[in-house]
Nanobody
């Protein structure tokens, strides 16, 4: 079992930066592919970024490619999402997600078994 807790959300002006963190509990964090998703008001939850167990494999949504960077520190059981050049369209609740042990990175929401409670990111124009 893996429990996920996000932090780092907040209010930022367009063009600014934020770094989200996702702290995972459980002994098997390093064996889990991880991802970030987001849900804007009135919209479906959508994929943002994903990272493999080792951190060598990463994949991004086209809308954030070149602006966001996903990383992980397995020694700290933490996944990060560095968000630069933020836009009002990035406003959403951001969720951290984890796969079962052995599952690699994936952009498919249904592949994830563990979810955090979400953290709000608001970008003002």
């Amino acid at each position: 079992q893996v429990q996920l807790v996000e932090s780092g959300g907040g209010l930022v002006q367009a063009g600014g930066s934020l770094r989200l963190s996702c702290a995972a509990s459980g002994r098997t964090f390093s064996g889990n592919g991880m991802g970030w998703f987001r849900q804007a008001p009135g919209k479906e939850r959508e994929f943002v970024a994903t990272i493999s167990q080792s951190g060598n494999g990463r994949y991004y949504a086209n809308s954030v490619k070149g602006r966001f960077t996903i990383s992980r520190d397995n020694a700290k059981n933490t996944v990060y999402l560095q968000m630069n050049s933020l836009k009002p369209a990035d406003t959403a609740v951001y969720y951290c997600a984890g796969r079962r042990v052995g599952g690699s990175y994936s952009y498919t929401e249904g592949d994830y078994d563990y979810w955090g409670q979400g953290t709000q990111v608001t970008v003002s124009s």
